[in-house]
């Protein structure tokens, strides 16, 4: 390990170092350059799911090719005469059907579009006599650019010759498809743009440099560049194309540890800038000295991620891996090519506050070494303090609703969900999304018996058989993916499953999302402890020590729940949200607790070093003197970093944002900077039991 440092930072085996680094970024960027982002995910749930079952059946069936656009056309006030000739036309008693009506531009659509004139059915008019819709068949495809260019022609013919007073809206399965790609079109790139403005802006006010900042920026975000790039090969060889929300979210956390790393590896390097007069042999000292925080660092936030391989969904397991690849690629830069890098330049590099050989260390007598001393001397009022705040913030918990319905998931309402919240308003909510039973041929009678008397279903119809069971359409009355839906799902399933003989299940959009939410369930009952094992194995191997880890522990668990009660206030009290997405808690949990671990690390590892010198005290007080500058930095750049996924227009991903952002600030100016060094003040040596080599 001496070799490689002392190799990584020579007078020119840096350059090689550089060079090396180049190699493998051009071969990111080039022959090993990815495929797209999925833009149009799937839900990724077991193969055994019930609504997964249904769906396969459902692909045996007669018409099982084909889905749908509705389009909704409203009034503010009971639609006129010529309003409703023009939507439904004038009935033809040849046919005994109304012709001439809005529907027949349509059908000319789908005869140019498909080669097959499908049959479009006249617009139903809801019975309140303010809205219509038509639903317009459509074959199905997975191609995200053929949905988009379908729904676009579609919105423009529904807005031909409309009459006054009249608005129109696309929903349906095919417009929330073309809507949801249409979130992460180009989110990649304003999410990249926003990060490196915020990342760029906090270097400058962190180093006061016109120099320096711009090397930590380049390294940091040229592996994020090839993080996304390998990052999708390496889920490409489980099978898995990450969607936009797992892309945005890698180079967050690409951006966040990769620049957390940074701060910490320069801030090491300007100390020993000032006890050691070549600059060559100050990088290995500041390798040596901070790359086991960093490479413990990482590997905890690595093995924290890699925990998600065990979820049942897949996006789950997307966002592991993808995620575990970014941060050991950050790693990696911070602990190889960024110290090549800073060592190419001399001490210029930091001008106009160049460190000097022999010069003094100002952190020995700065705020923070003050604040430690202060913290020092009162440590058990301190923690009670910090106790208290955190547990007032973490009051809010208990409130916390999960589960967003589907028009409630974006910042930035789509055109398909208004439409879908204006049709829940006039129709039965699942008109357009009927949930699905399929049931043995034979027993089909009893089956649709049975849904009809399921409280919440409006209505029952026989849809589409096969020569072994049959296909019943059960429209809702609970809006799609509520909990008034998932009630009645879970009703109709135990009513169609008391059917002896009838192997009836239940599927469509509405049970594939309750069957999400179980799955979210069970991957947090499975996550969550696992995460906590490999933190608290982690911080034991690092520290060779019991008690300090289990406070630690107990530190950034508080901080999470603290996070999450002050972000539950905001959600409700400012941005009107009125529930959390299921994701939420999950992720939000994962990089807490592996990031907020992170700060621990930094702190503790240092104060260890310090210890066998100068004892737990002293240590505690050198250790947050030296790194409780770099620990705000990076903690504040991190948090900001985090919030940057609120340009993103989806309400999961601003949630995520908020509660991180506000438990990095919690760890980084509460938990890592006072409360920490007052748990450790308080048990003095102790704080390193069973290891008893340290002073009191």
């Not at 990052?231 to 489980?238: E, G, N, T, W």
């Not at 790359?291 to 969904?313: E, N």
């Not at 789509?414 to 049931?439: D, K, M, N, R, W």
């Not at 309750?514 to 034991?540: M, R, S, T």
Request: hydrophobic residues 50%; glycine residues 10%; proline residues 4%.
């Amino acid at each position: 390990m001496s070799g490689f440092i002392n190799f990584i930072t020579g007078r020119k085996s840096a350059w090689v170092t550089l060079l090396i680094g180049l190699f493998f970024a051009i071969l990111a960027f080039g022959p090993l350059r990815a495929a797209s982002t999925e833009l149009n995910p799937g839900v990724g749930l077991p193969a055994d799911t019930e609504s997964v079952i249904v769906d396969e059946k459902l692909a045996t069936l007669p018409g099982s090719d084909s889905t749908a656009a509705v389009i909704v056309y409203a009034s503010d006030s009971e639609l006129t005469k010529a309003q409703t000739q023009w939507l439904q036309g004038e009935f033809d008693p040849m046919t005994q059907l109304p012709t001439g009506g809005a529907n027949e531009k349509f059908l000319e659509f789908t005869n140019a579009e498909f080669n097959d004139a499908k049959f479009v059915p006249p617009a139903s008019i809801s019975e309140d006599k303010t809205t219509a819709v038509i639903t317009v068949p459509m074959e199905k495809t997975d191609a995200t650019e053929e949905i988009t260019s379908r729904i676009e022609k579609i919105r423009e013919i529904a807005k031909e010759d409309i009459p006054a007073g009249l608005e129109v809206y696309v929903t349906g399965p095919e417009g929330f498809s073309a809507d949801l790609s249409g979130v992460f079109a180009g989110a990649d790139f304003t999410l990249l743009l926003s990060t490196v403005v915020v990342v760029a802006v906090l270097l400058l006010i962190t180093y006061r440099s016109p120099t320096l900042w711009l090397v930590p920026l380049l390294v940091v975000g040229t592996a994020d560049g090839m993080a996304g790039q390998l990052a999708r090969q390496v889920a490409k060889l489980f099978g898995i194309t990450p969607d936009g929300s797992v892309t945005g979210i890698l180079s967050v956390l690409v951006f966040g540890a990769g620049t957390n790393y940074a701060l910490l590896l320069i801030a090491r390097y300007r100390e020993e800038l000032l006890s050691t007069e070549d600059r060559h042999e100050a990088m290995a000292k500041a390798v040596r000295g901070a790359g086991p925080a960093i490479i413990a660092s990482g590997s905890t936030v690595t093995l924290a991620l890699l925990t998600l391989a065990f979820a049942d969904l897949a996006g789950n397991r997307a966002l592991g891996i993808v995620c575990a690849v970014g941060i050991v690629i950050a790693m990696i830069a911070a602990l190889c090519v960024l110290p090549a890098a800073l060592v190419v330049f001399g001490r210029g590099l930091f001008w106009p506050f160049v460190p000097k050989f022999g010069g003094v260390n100002k952190s020995d007598s700065g705020l923070w070494a003050k604040l430690g001393r202060g913290v020092s001397k009162r440590p058990v009022a301190v923690s009670v303090l910090g106790v208290l705040i955190l547990g007032g913030l973490a009051s809010g918990v208990g409130g916390i609703q999960v589960g967003l319905a589907s028009t409630d998931r974006f910042l930035k309402t789509p055109e398909a969900v208004v439409g879908q919240q204006v049709l829940a308003e006039a129709f039965p909510a699942g008109s357009t999304s009927p949930s699905i039973v399929i049931t043995n041929n034979e027993q089909m009678n009893d089956v649709k018996h049975a849904a009809e008397n399921v409280e919440g279903v409006a209505s029952v119809s026989i849809g589409a058989k096969s020569s072994e069971f049959t296909r019943l359409d059960v429209v809702l009355d609970g809006e799609s993916q509520s909990e008034e839906a998932y009630a009645s799902i879970k009703a109709l399933r135990a009513a169609v499953q008391e059917i002896d003989g009838a192997d009836a299940m239940v599927g469509g959009l509405d049970a594939q999302a309750l069957d999400v939410k179980e799955a979210y369930a069970h991957d947090q009952l499975i996550v969550i402890p696992l995460i906590l094992i490999l933190v608290f194995v982690v911080l034991v191997l690092l520290l060779r020590a019991l008690v300090a880890p289990v406070l630690l522990l107990v530190t950034v668990v508080a901080s999470f729940f603290a996070s999450m009660g002050a972000g539950w206030w905001i959600f409700v009290n400012v941005l009107g949200f009125p529930a959390l997405d299921l994701s939420v808690f999950l992720y939000s949990f994962l990089f807490l607790v592996a990031l907020g671990v992170d700060y621990n690390i930094f702190l503790v590892t240092r104060a260890k070093e310090e210890a066998e010198k100068l004892g737990t005290k002293e240590g505690m007080i050198k250790a947050l003197s030296a790194t409780g500058g770099v620990i705000t930095s990076a903690g504040i750049l991190l948090a900001a970093v985090f919030a940057v996924l609120g340009v993103l227009p989806l309400v999961a991903l601003a949630q995520i944002g908020v509660i991180v952002c506000i438990g990095v600030l919690l760890d980084t100016l509460l938990v890592r900077t006072v409360i920490v060094p007052a748990l450790a003040f308080m048990t003095g040596k102790k704080f390193w039991l069973p290891n008893k080599k340290y002073q009191s």
